[in-house]
């Protein structure tokens, strides 16, 4: 794919750090003309893994830095269809934006237990946390320290969890499985959920079915957890139903090349684009991932083939029942770690795994370390 001939005006559809980061590349490679981003919350872009971290246990503030960008800013507009003939996106209040270059990063939005026609903020139901509004109304409604059951033990539920019982809430997770044993592996995903336990947390195996409201979880099994407050921690759904008449989806699924780039003058990063890694292409939702793909989808915009290719190396970090894990590599890491640091995997620790393909992955676990050096030490040159 050539790069665009006389890209005069980019439209960045999703305001999260895909988009505020795309549109700062865009301008750093000399990028100078009309620059719109679309966002469908009405608040700025802020940081999201902070909504299960700090802002759940002490209040703390997930703004952004003040973007670099210069672009004008659409907020509380969803892009509602995209007409790649025309060269347009269609938004919900009627107005059609024109464009010469489209970065797409929609992002996704959290599965629901309930399905797509639940209510958002239903009091006596189900809870999702995905966007800031999500994070004031769990933090109010934990502050009466009710009764919850979390369901979905991946990072996110377990944030969640460890925030409710850290400020005094009885907690139940429904594990389907190991908790995080898919995202971090065996050896890490027993030292977590030990750590867990010890703090007073109820782990319950099994599959929930559906909410039974207005306080029950009903599971694959018949029965039946009951609580003040049911959290959902199931996963997220990529945010590309706008796109279902562009031709540019399969099944749903947009997929990027080495470069984001879907078409010539459109490219795709963050939640919302499978791209290719090591390990097949597929989404990889971190915070991290989104940065590196929008750095390089903005320059093949601009430079098409000229444009260098992603070369992810991911950074994984979370905060949970005193633990304080940063990870680069490709997670999840089987068998022993080799111990540079420390010698027991709750901390203060360093530990490495090296896959079969010799690639490496270095874990820090309530031990300070810059990432440059965590990744060297991941590449056994630290």
Not at 283 to 298: D, M, T, Y
Not at 325 to 339: M, N, Q, R, W
Request: charged share 25%.
């Amino acid at each position: 794919m050539n790069r665009i001939e006389d890209c005069r005006r980019i439209l960045v559809v999703g305001n999260g750090i895909a988009g505020q980061t795309a549109c700062d590349s865009l301008r750093a490679a000399g990028f100078d003309g009309s620059l719109t981003i679309v966002g469908d919350e009405p608040r700025t872009a802020y940081s999201r893994p902070a909504l299960s971290k700090a802002l759940l246990v002490d209040g703390g503030s997930p703004e952004l830095a003040p973007p670099l960008h210069r672009a004008t800013e659409l907020l509380g507009m969803a892009a509602v269809g995209l007409d790649v003939e025309s060269r347009r996106v269609h938004l919900d209040d009627g107005t059609d934006l024109p464009y010469d270059g489209l970065v797409i990063a929609s992002g996704s939005r959290a599965r629901r237990l309930g399905g797509p026609e639940s209510t958002e903020k239903t009091e006596s139901t189900e809870l999702t946390l995905r966007t800031l509004g999500d994070a004031w109304v769990l933090r109010e409604r934990l502050a009466a320290q009710p009764s919850v059951v979390v369901v979905g033990a991946g990072p996110l539920g377990m944030e969640i969890a460890s925030a409710a019982l850290s400020v005094g809430c009885e907690v139940t997770v429904v594990a389907d499985g190991r908790p995080m044993l898919s995202h971090l592996g065996p050896h890490l995903s027993d030292a977590f959920t030990a750590t867990a336990i010890a703090q007073g947390l109820t782990i319950v195996d099994g599959s929930a079915a559906r909410i039974d409201a207005p306080r029950g979880v009903i599971l694959r099994d018949g029965s039946r957890i009951e609580a003040d407050l049911i959290v959902t921690a199931i996963g997220d759904i990529p945010n590309t139903e706008w796109l279902a008449t562009s031709a540019l989806t399969t099944d749903g699924r947009l997929e990027a090349d080495s470069r984001g780039r879907i078409r010539p003058n459109i490219v795709a990063a963050g939640d919302v684009a499978a791209i290719p890694t090591r390990c097949g292409v597929r989404r990889i939702p971190l915070w991290s991932s989104a940065i590196e793909q929008a750095k390089v989808a903005a320059v093949a915009l601009l430079s098409g083939d000229d444009a260098p290719e992603l070369d992810l190396d991911p950074y994984f970090w979370t905060e949970q029942f005193g633990l304080n894990l940063k990870a680069t590599g490709h997670l999840p890491v089987s068998g022993e770690p080799e111990f540079l640091v420390g010698e027991r995997p709750e901390g203060p620790s360093v530990m490495r795994w090296t896959h079969d393909d010799g690639q490496g992955v270095a874990v820090a676990v309530n031990h300070r370390i810059a990432i440059p050096r965590l990744r060297r030490m991941a590449s056994a040159t630290g």
